[in-house]
């Protein structure tokens, strides 16, 4: 069958795909836990700079930062005498992984500050220091509760992989861009990546229900 032909060339760029959406959720999980807690730190300059970096990427299109990191940045570079120019992996995981830990930082924010106020005074009246409450009181109890917001983050993160395409990195878009303009088999290849990219959402939706599951076996084994 014809479409059976399409798949290898589709299968490198799903593995593409993998790749970058593996990397920039991983990354964007830091970056949601650095820019979360930074919004609730208690030195005004680090809240101000998570509060400004949070709500600039949400408030800016990804499609935008991505050809503003791979296109924009080099020239800036170039003023500047400093040689600025991203790999396109490079510049789509950065892209990406900055977008989500935007997102992501509001999902961490909102988590912490749902702990009771209680628990935290109590923690202080046994003298405990701000990291022990941090690490023994809060993230446990903060943690479980972020999982299936973060769940939500990391497939839609997987499905704007696709955006890479647009600065020549060979993803499964670009591959079945490509198959496409010479093929000109239009629903044959919209149908496999639409199925290619469910599949690999439904995959990912079952690693983040493992990884939840697994966390709140962590919080009731702590408690």
Do not use: H
Not at 160 to 177: H, M, P
Not at 178 to 185: A, E, G, L, S, V
């Amino acid at each position: 069958m014809e479409w059976l032909d399409y798949l290898p060339p589709l299968m490198k760029g799903a593995w593409v795909t993998v790749q970058l959406a593996v990397y920039s959720t991983v990354l964007g999980g830091i970056f949601s836990f650095a820019f979360g807690m930074g919004k609730l730190a208690s030195n005004r300059a680090l809240r101000a700079f998570s509060i400004a970096v949070i709500e600039f990427f949400r408030g800016t299109s990804l499609l935008v930062q991505l050809f503003w990191l791979y296109f924009a940045l080099p020239l800036l570079g170039q003023s500047l005498g400093v040689d600025l120019r991203l790999p396109p992996v490079l510049a789509g995981v950065l892209a990406l992984s900055l977008n989500i830990g935007a997102y992501g930082a509001e999902v961490v924010r909102g988590a912490l500050q749902a702990v009771p106020r209680e628990q935290t005074e109590a923690a202080q009246a046994l003298d405990f220091t701000p990291r022990q409450i941090l690490w023994r009181i809060r993230l446990p109890q903060a943690v479980p509760e972020m999982m299936p917001s973060f769940g939500n983050l990391a497939v839609q993160n997987l499905k704007d992989t696709a955006l890479v395409s647009l600065v020549g990195l060979s993803d499964l878009a670009f591959r079945a861009e490509q198959i496409r303009n010479i093929t000109q088999d239009n629903t044959t290849i919209y149908t496999l990546l639409l199925l290619m990219y469910f599949g690999m959402a439904l995959v990912l939706t079952l690693c983040m229900k493992l990884l939840e599951r697994s966390v709140g076996r962590w919080r009731s084994g702590g408690t």
